[in-house]
């Protein structure tokens, strides 16, 4: 079966332009979460849905993120425009049922310059 | 709400050597305990979880850990290191009921020497 699948694997950018991250969590999973990692401020969640519907954003560092599911096999995140401090490595993760536990995508690495 | 403290940042043993990595978790309610796995460039793994039962729980790659309710730890360990076991580990918890909403702990990177 596959896993979670992200794309683009890395993604350079000028500061300024639009970023738009994907993920395609796995089948039959209902909950799906974007997460931000670095060196400085480790991992972080940032938003996480349940059947589609956002539950959680409280860890979206600000306007110029957003993320939509619009169906239960599609997930993006968007940042405009990006600056050189959104330069990370973001992970999707999907989940079945409650306390179950995540499986993660591959990532995408962020550069912004 | 919920918190993972990970006691030591950075662990280093020899090849062959116990490895004990530890974890201590607050949380008001039953907690689900998980361990993952970040190799270099790579996404997390699971490599073993707690949520009910018995509080020895066996991992992959012959790792395991206890759930200590009375010292709130959940510390991961290995009779015997391996080289293939560098990498960061990440101690987890989430609350019963919340979609699987985890909060992770800053990490711990070991490093196996010869």
């Known amino acids: 079966d596959a896993g979670v699948i992200q794309s683009p694997r890395h993604e350079v950018t000028e500061m300024g332009q639009e970023v738009t991250l994907r993920c395609k969590p796995i089948s039959g999973h209902n909950s799906l979460f974007w997460y931000r990692q670095t060196m400085m401020r480790g991992l972080e969640l940032l938003i996480y849905f349940n059947n589609n519907v956002p539950i959680d954003d409280s860890g979206m560092p600000e306007d110029r993120f957003s993320a939509k599911m619009p169906n239960a096999s599609f997930s993006t995140l968007k940042i405009q425009p990006s600056e050189p401090r959104d330069s990370a490595v973001y992970f999707c993760a999907s989940s079945q049922g409650t306390g179950g536990e995540q499986y993660f995508g591959p990532g995408t690495r962020l550069t912004v310059t | 709400a919920q918190s993972v403290t990970q006691l030591g940042s950075h662990v280093s043993v020899s090849e062959g050597a116990l490895v004990l990595l530890r974890c201590n978790y607050s949380?008001?309610?039953?907690?689900?305990l998980f361990w993952y796995v970040q190799y270099p460039n790579q996404g997390l793994q699971l490599l073993l979880k707690?949520?009910?039962?018995?509080?020895l729980v066996k991992g992959i790659n012959g790792f395991e850990a206890e759930f200590k309710k009375s010292e709130t730890s959940f510390h991961l360990t290995k009779p015997s290191a391996h080289m293939s076991d560098a990498a960061e580990y990440f101690c987890?918890?989430?609350?019963?009921?919340?979609?699987?909403?985890?909060?992770f702990g800053t990490g711990t990177r070991l490093q196996v020497t010869l």
């Open positions: 987890a918890v989430s609350r019963y009921g919340t979609a699987s909403k985890l909060t």
């Open positions: 707690y949520t009910t039962g018995a509080t």
């Open positions: 949380s008001s309610v039953p907690p689900y």
